[in-house]
Every structure is written in C-alpha cells, then in structure tokens.
C-alpha cells in the first residue's frame, strides 16, 4: 500500500513563498516518479507539475517561472516551491504516484493566497 503524507501548507500574502514537501511509503520517487495537482473551489483537478525517476520535470504554463517540483530520492520526498503567489493559486494541493496502474493520492494540503 502506497502512502502519501503532504505538508507545507498555509496562509501566505500574494507575492509569498510556500514550499510544499510530500513524504511516500518506499522507493516510489526513483522507481515511479511522482507530481503535483491542486483543486481551486468550484474548479476542476489541475496538473501542476511531475517528476519522473529519472530527473525530469513538467510544469503547467500557469504557474511556469514561478513554482519548481524537485525531489530527494534518499528521503522519497518530493517538494514544490511556489514563488510569487497569487490569490488564483489559492487551492487544495495534492500529491500524486502512479504505480502499477493505480494512482494514488495524498490527503491534500490547502494553500490560502490572500491579496
């Protein structure tokens, strides 16, 4: 059973910093890669960025040159920096794998951006 534990998030002004880290359950970051989404109320689920195992990243056009995803394979720890927050990057982020055929999700952090 894969586990994800995501932390990191909190209430920030616009132009704030927050880094989000998620913990997994065993070797998911080398063996299957790992990513980001967040859900805005009212919105749908959005990609925000992924890491595969071997390095590289992709990052939605909506937060590129401002959010970077990184990972420390030895602490199967995937992270997200968001840099110069906007109140539209207000949302409920969730961490996510995809192994064997079946993702898995954290239990999500919220992220507040007030203007």
């Known amino acids: 059973q894969v586990q994800l534990v995501e932390s990191g998030g909190g209430l920030v002004q616009a132009g704030g910093s927050l880094r989000l880290s998620c913990a997994a359950s065993?070797?998911?970051?080398?063996?299957?890669?790992m990513g980001w989404y967040r859900q805005a109320p009212g919105k749908q689920r959005e990609l925000v960025a992924t890491l595969t195992p071997s390095g590289n990243t992709n990052v939605a056009d909506s937060v590129k040159g401002r959010f970077t995803i990184s990972g420390d394979n030895a602490k199967n720890t995937v992270y997200l920096q968001m840099n110069s927050l906007k109140p539209e990057d207000t949302a409920v982020y969730y961490c996510?794998?995809?192994?064997?055929?079946?993702?898995?999700w954290g239990q999500g952090t919220q992220v507040t951006v007030s203007s």
């Open positions: 996510i794998t995809d192994v064997a055929g079946r993702r898995y």
């Open positions: 065993g070797s998911i970051l080398s063996i299957f890669g």
